[in-house]
Nanobody, 124 residues
């Protein structure tokens, strides 16, 4: 089992940057594929990015490709999301998620563990 705690959210102007971090408990962090999702008010939770257990493989939603970078540090049990060139439509609560296995999936129901979320607000 793993517990996830996100941090780094806040208010930023359009075009700015933010870095989200997710700290994981437990000794088996490197066994989990990690992902970031987001949910805007009145909308369904959507996939943002995913990273493989060894950090060598990443995958992004088209809406963030080229602007966001996901990374992980297995020695520190952390996964991060560097968000650049932020747009007002990036405004949402961002969630860190973990799943066992190597399957690359963008479906939220495939992730077993979730953080509590951190708010990101991008002003125009």
């Amino acid at each position: 089992q793993v517990q996830l705690i996100e941090s780094g959210g806040g208010l930023v102007q359009a075009g700015g940057s933010l870095r989200l971090s997710c700290a994981a408990s437990g000794r088996t962090f490197s066994s989990y594929r990690m992902g970031w999702f987001r949910q805007a008010p009145g909308k369904e939770r959507e996939f943002v990015a995913s990273i493989s257990q060894n950090g060598l493989s990443t995958y992004y939603a088209n809406s963030v490709k080229g602007r966001f970078i996901i990374s992980r540090d297995n020695a520190k049990n952390t996964v991060s999301l560097q968000m650049n060139s932020l747009k007002p439509e990036d405004t949402a609560v961002y969630f860190c998620a973990a799943r066992m296995g190597t399957l690359l999936t963008v479906r939220s129901r495939d992730y077993e563990y979730w953080g509590q979320g951190t708010q990101v607000t991008v002003s125009s």
